[in-house]
């Protein structure tokens, strides 16, 4: 992946070191996370802290009962395989996964 460095474009791997001029005509076609914040971010490591992610209501808690849930999503089969969701009870706070 490359990143602006200046008026260079610089690969993030350490060990490439390739560069390239950075081409200001096309600056329009590309992504940058420049502007990115940690809301943007959704995170799947299970010790993520859930709060504040969205919530699923179609759920029922095995521990607690509650039928809500904060959920994150997480490719961790094929790409033609629907994700994991990862749900983490609003109440009590049990843990657990969700296949599609």
Request: glycine letters at 6%; charged letters at 35%; hydrophobic letters at 25%.
């Amino acid at each position: 992946m490359m990143k602006a460095d200046g008026d260079r474009m610089v690969c993030t791997n350490d060990d490439c070191g390739s560069s390239s001029e950075r081409d200001s005509d096309l600056e329009d076609e590309f992504v940058t996370t420049e502007s990115q914040t940690d809301a943007d971010v959704i995170e799947s490591d299970e010790n993520a802290n859930f709060e504040g992610k969205p919530k699923a209501t179609d759920v029922i808690c095995d521990e607690c009962g509650n039928q809500e849930a904060w959920y994150t999503l997480k490719q961790t089969a094929s790409a033609d395989e629907p994700p994991t969701r990862f749900f983490k009870c609003t109440e009590c706070g049990h843990r657990w996964r969700g296949y599609n």
